[in-house]
């Protein structure tokens, strides 16, 4: 069984501030994890993924991610909040090729001038 | 086509009528995701085909809920009779089916409002 916890349901910074949004895994056998952003009436657009092939992940937009196995965690940062990053983040684990996705229950960030 | 297509992009209806929702995959992914996303929630597993194999339906909250595939094509999602709590955005997704991991790709979603 697998499972996603997000800490946060809101997020609000300032534009040019840090941005760090929680997520917690837990697993039963090594995972995948993935962020997908989400616009307003939009689909799911995807951020970033870890494969295992490094702990740190780059993704789009300047957001990355960093694979804390010891922490069961993969928070997404970015260092400079930009107005258009409002949107909706999903944290989502799978463990198999191509298996379902598990997701969180999201995160909202909000950007404010 | 370029990305995933779903239809119609927003549907209202009735309790207790039915509902078909369509998703079209991007060409050449073998498989395919239907999600469901009520208010304020994350994203439900409903069912998964890849390829010919059976699908898995482990995710179908009930037997009102129902999905086929033809091949490696369009997909319908059909709910019967259906109720209030049914009420949420229908998300599908497909991917290639091989690689590791496999990545999934979203269609911009079915609103469905059953009054």
């Known amino acids: 069984a697998q499972s996603v916890t997000q800490l946060g349901s809101h997020v609000s910074v300032s534009e040019g501030a840090l941005v760090l949004l929680r997520c917690n895994y837990s697993?039963?056998?090594?995972?995948?994890l993935f962020w997908y952003v989400q616009y307003p009436n939009q689909g799911l657009q995807l951020l970033l993924k870890?494969?295992?092939?490094?702990?740190l992940v780059k993704g789009i937009n300047g957001f990355e991610a960093e694979f804390k196995k010891s922490e069961t965690s993969f928070h997404l940062t970015k260092p400079s909040a930009h107005m258009r990053d409002a949107a909706e983040y999903f944290c989502?684990?799978?463990?198999?090729?191509?298996?379902?996705?598990?997701f969180g229950t999201g995160t909202r960030l909000q950007v404010t001038l | 086509g370029a990305g995933v297509s779903q239809s119609p992009s927003n549907k209202v209806t009735e309790k207790g009528k039915d509902v078909e929702l369509r998703c079209d995959p991007i060409s050449g992914h073998t498989a395919l995701y239907w999600y469901r996303q009520r208010l304020g929630q994350g994203l439900e597993f409903l069912i998964y085909?890849?390829?010919?194999?059976?699908?898995?339906k482990s995710g179908l909250p009930s037997d009102r809920f129902s999905a086929e595939r033809t091949g490696e094509s369009v997909s319908t999602l059909t709910i019967q009779r259906t109720q209030q709590e049914d009420s949420a955005v229908y998300l599908c997704?497909?991917?290639?089916?091989?690689?590791?991991?496999?990545?999934?790709?979203f269609g911009a979603g079915t609103r469905l409002s059953v009054l």
């Open positions: 085909f890849q390829g010919n194999s059976a699908p898995d």
């Open positions: 697993s039963s056998v090594p995972p995948y």
């Open positions: 989502a684990v799978s463990t198999g090729t191509a298996s379902k996705l598990t």
């Open positions: 997704a497909s991917s290639l089916g091989t690689g590791v991991p496999n990545i999934q790709y």
């Open positions: 870890y494969t295992s092939a490094a702990t």
